[in-house]
């Protein structure tokens, strides 16, 4: 069984997730680790995503269902290594990114990238309604970009021509802004990822597309 990890509470500034384990990571005094496992054979004291699907997807969806009712003021939602290649302004070390990072504008925006190069992602990197012949020829997941966003948000949504922001599935959100969503909604999500996403994509492009798409589950406008 995985070591039961501290409930967050309202005294925690922060829920610091990371998929997998971070030995390296830089907690504070007001910050609670919550580290979920996508592996096949997980370290013993780590909590288990609700699939293995998806690289991050699974792990952050995980941890926004299993906490909605509990949340920290804000959750930062990182990958496991120290060091990213996306990681910008301040270096490729993510302790110095959450050294950096300001509550103030979290909770003034409500869903923050971590990255402030806008490059990749913007201004848009997506066309759902307008796919490339070639991608429709490779089976990419922009052919299917258009049904796979409404399999997630609803079948009755309308499907944005143009959807951008910065990459890398790195970001910080509020406990009011995840609750914009039911939590059956993350659940809805997590069901798809695990099961009718296999239809249409494999697990590497599940990522792809939730990288492409994180502002929207979060609340923000199509084109961030």
Request: proline letters at 6%; charged letters at 25%.
């Amino acid at each position: 069984m995985a070591l039961e990890i501290p409930q967050a509470t309202v005294r925690d500034s922060y829920g610091l997730f990371l998929r997998r384990a971070n030995k390296n990571a830089v907690l504070s005094n007001d910050t609670t680790a919550f580290i979920y496992s996508t592996d096949k054979r997980p370290e013993l004291d780590l909590r288990l995503a609700h699939s293995r699907r998806g690289r991050e997807v699974s792990a952050y969806l995980s941890y926004v269902i299993d906490y909605y009712d509990d949340l920290p003021p804000y959750s930062i939602f990182i990958h496991a290594d120290e060091k990213q290649r996306h990681n910008d302004l301040f270096g490729p070390k993510t302790s110095t990114i959450l050294q950096n990072l300001r509550p103030e504008a979290v909770e003034a925006k409500g869903y923050l990238n971590l990255r402030c190069m806008h490059s990749p992602g913007c201004p848009s990197h997506v066309s759902p309604n307008n796919p490339t012949k070639s991608d429709i020829k490779a089976g990419d997941a922009r052919a299917h970009f258009a049904r796979i966003y409404r399999e997630l948000f609803g079948m009755n949504v309308v499907v944005p021509d143009l959807i951008g922001a910065p990459c890398c599935a790195q970001f910080a959100v509020s406990r009011t802004q995840i609750r914009r969503r039911p939590k059956s909604d993350y659940v809805h999500m997590m069901d798809w990822v695990d099961g009718a996403s296999a239809r249409l994509i494999d697990s590497y492009a599940v990522g792809w597309v939730f990288e492409s798409l994180w502002h929207v589950v979060f609340g923000m406008e199509a084109i961030e």
